[in-house]
């Protein structure tokens, strides 16, 4: 039986070529990258052209890149170690209520420490309030942290305006760019942003690697005991195979995102009109505008999404019905209630993400199976 893949958000497969360029790393030059030999040496210097790849992504120094092990880790490592670092200057802290449990679960623990943190809320569509965003803001807030994209519903937030207001108040501006890197052209400089994290398996690199971007100046401390590597913020010797792939990866999509988009937009596109035009009871999740191209998020009220799945699964096909880091979480989805939705519906809801060897065929043949799914 052919696997369909709908899940994309969730992970995507490594590129050939991501692959063909990691081998090396994991038997030839098998050096750490901290000892002074050739072997040494010569991981370095894999490393540090991978650090450039990534900073030409997104437009920064590669001096502003630490590598890291996922987008989870980034998000500590940028919001405690800001906040650790920058105690003396303030302890109020500003997110929304649709972020990942990395970012929320990582404020959680601040403000068991004695951090105050403000939870925008969003619209039905999932954007912050930014006139909500600007008068909550007070003198001691030291970071806004606030999610480029949802990995949900695909909202792309207003992320310049948003930089701009964190900049005229003098305040931190760190973004969970997680689902946007490898979707989205991105630019640090021009959107004002202070501290972005990545992960690499969201863009056809491997699993277990990420990296945080931390614009020079800015004060932060490491979170992890060890030693010195990635200049002394995130202790643990370096996963030079992975990183190689990350950059290899995160070159190749930057110079495919055009044509990328464009297909994404399409097949998306087609799946929604379809599922609209065949199957009645359904609510479409998300601006149908300023959202990734690639996500469509759909509530088939009076369906559960779990005896969805497996049924979907029975015929091959793969997707989701939230992120794939909540699936043991026997709750609605956090995102879904925020934008308003009920119980039954927010259980009802399957997201769909396709990427690049998705074809037509593929989405008739989802379209054809949630027919019978549901009408049965």
Known sequence: MKIRYFDHAATTPVREEVIKEMIPYFGIEYGNASVMYSLGRNAKKALNAARRKVADAINCNPNEIYFTSCGSESDNLAIKGFAYANKNKGNHIITSKIEHHAVLDTCKTLERQGY????????????????????????????????????????????EQIGKIAKENNITFHTDAVQAIGNLKIDVKKLNIDMLSLSGHKFYAPKGVGALYVKHGIEFEKIQDGGEQEKNKRAGTENVAEIVGLGKAIELINNE??????????????????????????????DLEKRL????????????????????????????????????????????????????????????????????????????????????
């Open 116 to 159: 105050q943190v403000t939870y925008l809320n969003v619209d039905r569509n999932g954007f912050v309030d930014l006139n909500e965003l600007s008068n909550v803001i007070c003198k001691n807030t030291i970071l806004i942290t606030i999610m480029f994209a949802n990995n949900e519903i695909g909202t792309i937030q207003p992320i």
């Open 257 to 286: 995102l055009e044509d990328y988009n464009r297909k994404q937009r399409e097949l998306r596109d087609y799946y929604i009109t379809e599922v609209e035009k065949n199957i009645p009871n359904i609510k479409i999740n998300g």
């Open 293 to 376: 191209s690639g996500n469509a998020n759909i509530s088939f009220r009076g369906v559960n999404a779990s005896e969805l799945l497996f049924k979907l699964d029975e015929y091959g096909i793969c997707a989701s019905a939230g992120s794939a880091c909540s699936t043991s979480n026997p709750m609605p989805s956090h995102v879904l209630t925020a934008i308003g939705l009920d119980q039954e519906l927010a259980n009802s809801t399957l997201r769909v993400s396709v990427g690049r060897d998705n074809t037509i065929e593929d989405m008739k043949h989802l379209v054809d199976k949630l027919k019978e799914i549901i009408k049965n």
